[in-house]
Nanobody, 120 residues
């Protein structure tokens, strides 16, 4: 089994910054993609940013030029630097990883979520 542990959420004023981290542990042969998703109250979960094992990144339009995703393949960790935060960024942020747990087996795992609240 694989566990994803998120940290770094909290309360911040608009214009401020937060850094989220996600560490994967367990039966990991390799990790292909990792990403951050978020879900605000009453809304569907949405993609924030993803990063491949090769380092390619993709961002939601709403966070481009404000958020930066990064990954440490050796440590199986991923981070999301969030700058110029807005109240509409308030949500529970989830870490997601596509993990090879056996030679012919890929599984998707989710973290438990971390709350980010941006006050105006």
């Amino acid at each position: 089994q694989v566990q994803l542990l998120e940290s770094g959420g909290g309360l911040v004023k608009a214009g401020g910054s937060l850094r989220l981290s996600c560490k994967a542990s367990g039966s990991i042969l390799s990790i292909s993609n990792m990403g951050w998703y978020r879900q605000a109250p009453g809304k569907q979960r949405e993609l924030v940013a993803v990063i491949t094992s090769g380092g390619s990144t993709n961002y939601a339009d709403s966070v481009k030029r404000r958020f930066t995703i990064s990954k440490n393949n050796a440590e199986n960790t991923m981070s999301l630097q969030m700058d110029s935060l807005k109240p509409e960024d308030t949500a529970v942020y989830y870490c997601k990883a596509t993990v090879r747990t056996a030679v012919y087996t890929l599984n998707i795992f989710w973290g438990q979520g971390t709350q980010v609240t941006v006050s105006s």
